[in-house]
């Protein structure tokens, strides 16, 4: 037999701990841009990386939505 105590502290307790229901990621609006390859010879890269300009929930994704995210440092020259 298995009985459980349902009291208000041990509901505001459990809502504190679980994260808000979302249908998707807190996207802040705004003008995202990436820099593609599209044909020719050589190889192309970017330094620092890009920012991905979609919606991508993985922890270590280098997003703005990304939980580990750290913005790029700003250039010498501030452009």
Known sequence: MAAAFITEENVKQRRMMTPPIKPT???VNGLYYSWN???GPGEVSFFPQQVKVWEEQGKSANS????LFLPPPIPEDGI
């Open 37 to 39: 390859k599209w044909r």
């Open 64 to 67: 703005p939505l990304g939980a």
């Open 25 to 27: 990621v807190d996207k």
